[in-house]
């Protein structure tokens, strides 16, 4: 039972208590699954959860066997959507341990996400120790090689209550689902459809959160990009239709003939922790980085003219797809003769090494679990 959050240190005040499942995966059967896991199809025998209410704050918290959940039928997330989530991942070293990347950033937007959502925050100490408990006990789960284990917390609104206001009641839960190589042999390069018809996130809407609201409203566009023969949706803004905000759960990063980077400014998009820290990255490297709005109209402009070197992807999952073809109504553009960019490459390199324990980690963006 959790006694305070003690703001003033931030030290952690709720023990979790462990219950490991009765009837875990076979070794044999866990084999076979980490074989070939594809993405977010696979689990582990874990889940993390702690529970809110007025009362007792947050409480309950738990390891537990995966499970369902039990909800009433007018439980609060079904019908408003209340609903948050985050995506990192662990990662297997050469000498066995385990690196998490960045936690400390995801505990963070999931809190500002709990604020926009008007949701109970989890404090960021307790979203850190629910991960690094998951991955503790769900250790033989994360894939060797350029595998990962995806760690999934969320928290839904668990009030059972049809009348439209912030829930009382919250569930935090996290979940853990072991990803091979995105790209197998090698990151491909994505086409993707500039949507002239939806759009994604307006000023003062909920575009820098993560929550599942979002998703649900781009899946129309995403699937009129696979009906063009597209991977992906990029997005514009909702004012003017012109500028480039981001892909349907990627930001987007422009790469220019004097060896400078472009992003899509904060504000409507979500502050990707992969964007951020690409964005460090090139900046030790000595490489310009400029967060200034860019139009279709322009980036059309400028693959023509050849201005325009590279453009690519990035977020957790694939960690930076470059980007080969882009579609819209007013005709297809191809960008780097279509192939993969030797800077998108190269930023790659630095972060997955980095992820890996391969290089030396001189941001302090590694937790060792491990
Ligand atoms: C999660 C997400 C990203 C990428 O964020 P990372 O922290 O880099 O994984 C980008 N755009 C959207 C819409 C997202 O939901």
Not at 69 to 89: N, R, S
Not at 131 to 155: C, H, M, N
Not at 221 to 227: D, L, S
């Amino acid at each position: 039972m959790g006694v305070s959050f003690d703001k003033a240190d931030g030290s952690l005040w709720l023990n979790f208590d462990v219950r490991p499942a009765a009837n875990p995966t076979s070794d044999a059967a866990r084999a076979a699954k980490l074989a070939d896991p594809g993405f977010g199809r696979v689990f582990t025998d874990h889940m993390a959860v702690v529970r809110y209410n007025p009362t007792e704050g947050w409480h309950g918290a738990r390891i537990e066997s995966r499970a369902n959940f039990a909800l009433d039928p007018a439980t609060a997330v079904l019908h408003y959507a209340q609903e948050i989530f985050e995506g990192l991942k662990a990662y297997r070293r050469d000498d066995g341990g385990v690196n998490l990347f960045r936690p400390d950033a995801n505990a963070r937007r999931f809190r500002n996400s709990a604020d926009r959502m008007a949701m109970a925050p989890v404090p960021e100490p307790v979203f850190i120790e629910a991960v690094e408990q998951l991955v503790k006990i769900d250790r033989a789960w994360i894939p060797g090689g350029e595998g990962s284990l995806y760690i999934r917390p969320f928290t839904i609104a668990n009030e059972v209550f049809l009348g439209v206001k912030p829930s009382a009641e919250y569930i935090f839960a996290v979940i853990a689902s072991p990803v091979g190589s995105y790209f197998k042999g090698g990151p491909a390069p994505v086409s993707i459809w500039v949507s002239e018809t939806y759009t994604r996130a307006a000023v003062g809407g909920t575009g820098a959160v993560k929550c599942g609201g979002n998703y649900a409203a781009s899946l129309r566009a995403q699937a009129e990009a696979i009906e063009r023969g597209c991977d992906q949706v990029v997005f514009l803004d909702a004012v003017e239709h012109r500028y480039i905000e981001e892909l349907g759960g990627m930001n987007v990063f422009f790469v220019f003939d004097d060896g400078s980077l472009s992003t899509p400014p904060l504000g409507t998009i979500l502050p990707g922790i992969t964007r951020d820290s690409i964005i460090a990255l090139a900046k030790e490297a000595g490489t310009a980085v400029r967060e200034e709005p860019y139009t279709i109209d322009q980036w059309r402009a400028d693959a023509a003219s050849g201005r325009l070197k590279e453009a690519f992807a990035c977020g957790t999952a694939a960690v930076i797809s470059p980007i080969g073809k882009v579609c819209s109504a007013h005709g297809d553009f191809q960008i780097n003769g279509g192939a993969a960019g030797e800077v998108a490459m190269g930023l790659r390199k630095k972060l997955v090494d980095i992820q890996y324990g391969r290089a030396a980690d001189t941001h302090n963006w590694i937790r060792k679990v491990f």
